[in-house]
């Protein structure tokens, strides 16, 4: 079992930074690949980021590349995502997962494939 809580959400300018963080409860987080997602109002959840379990693999949506950049911290048991020049696009609730698996494959992006979720933290950004 592993418990997400998202933390670092807000309300920032356009091409401001947030920086999104998700702290994970018990001691198996290093056997779980991890994930952020998000969700517009009246949209569908869709793929931001994922790191591997060692985090020496990241996969990122092309609407975020080059913008946001997720990294993980095992001994912290946190995942973290830095978002930065953000658009009005970006405004959603963003929610980090767990995935065990080994390796981040192209299931990565489907949010059926996760095992956890977390509650999700709001990133509004105004024009």
């Known amino acids: 079992q592993v418990q997400l809580v998202e933390s670092g959400g807000g309300l920032v300018q356009t091409g401001g930074s947030l920086r999104l963080s998700c702290a994970a409860s018990g001691r198996t987080f290093s056997m779980y690949a991890m994930g952020w997602f998000r969700q517009a109002p009246g949209k569908e959840r869709e793929f931001v980021a994922a790191?591997?379990?060692?985090?020496?693999?990241?996969n990122y949506a092309d609407s975020v590349k080059g913008r946001f950049t997720i990294s993980r911290d095992n001994a912290k048991n946190t995942v973290a995502l830095q978002m930065n020049s953000l658009e009005p696009e970006d405004t959603a609730v963003y929610y980090c997962?767990?995935?065990?698996?080994?390796?981040?494959?192209?299931?990565?992006?489907?949010?059926?494939?996760?095992?956890?979720w977390g509650q999700g933290t709001q990133v509004t950004v105004s024009s």
């Open positions: 790191i591997s379990r060692s985090g020496g693999s990241t």
């Open positions: 997962a767990a995935y065990r698996s080994i390796t981040i494959g192209p299931l990565i992006v489907y949010p059926a494939a996760y095992d956890y």
